[in-house]
């Protein structure tokens, strides 16, 4: 599992994985709903404000943290980064952002057990209003790793729909944390 955490926050004004949305920092989220699903690893994948996004952090022993030094490149270095520090054995990798502290353990959940299931090229969250994370196999990291720029696999799912299985969840989408009165709303 790779947890991105490596932007500026530009549209929220700072380092917005740091700010508290109930109770805990921001990207912690993204990190308790990994860990809760049990899931065999976790990378966190930072960038911006590294060491002070990483002071923040509570870990589990299967995390490890790796700095993008290009994350200012976009999106698509930082997913390249997470892939790379994966354990050479993985089948696949849940991709979440730091910024929707929304998904929980029961939507990381359902994407492994599915994938265990099926192996699709892709197996993505759709909520009742929009997509959510995604689960990708490993056949489909090297289109991935060759992304350019802030673009991030959402481009690859556009572009490859006959790839993508969709794993629906009768809820709406969790708050996507972008400017500071997301923080209210999540």
């Not at 994966?86 to 599915?114: C, N, W, Y």
């Not at 892709?122 to 909520?127: A, D, S």
């Not at 959402?154 to 500071?180: C, G, H, I, Q, Y």
């Amino acid at each position: 599992m790779i947890v991105l955490a490596a932007g500026e926050g530009k549209r929220f004004g700072g380092t917005k994985q740091v700010d508290v949305v109930r109770g805990k920092p921001l990207v912690q989220h993204a990190l308790d709903a990994a860990a809760d699903a049990e899931v065999d690893e976790i990378v966190v994948v930072l960038g911006h404000d590294a060491e002070r996004i990483r002071a923040a952090l509570a870990l589990t022993p299967n995390t490890h943290v790796v700095v993008n030094e290009r994350y200012v490149e976009g999106q698509s270095t930082s997913l390249e980064v997470g892939l790379d520090a994966l354990d050479p054995s993985s089948e696949a990798a849940v991709v979440l952002m730091a910024d929707q502290p929304g998904i929980e353990a029961r939507h990381v959940r359902s994407l492994v057990t599915r994938y265990r299931d099926d192996s699709p090229d892709v197996l993505r969250i759709r909520f009742r209003d929009g997509p959510g994370p995604a689960i990708i196999a490993r056949s489909m990291w090297p289109e991935l790793m060759s992304l350019t720029g802030d673009t991030g696999a959402r481009k690859l799912f556009d572009a490859n729909p006959d790839r993508v299985t969709w794993l629906s969840f009768d809820e709406d989408t969790p708050v996507d944390v972008d400017v500071p009165e997301d923080l209210e709303r999540a």
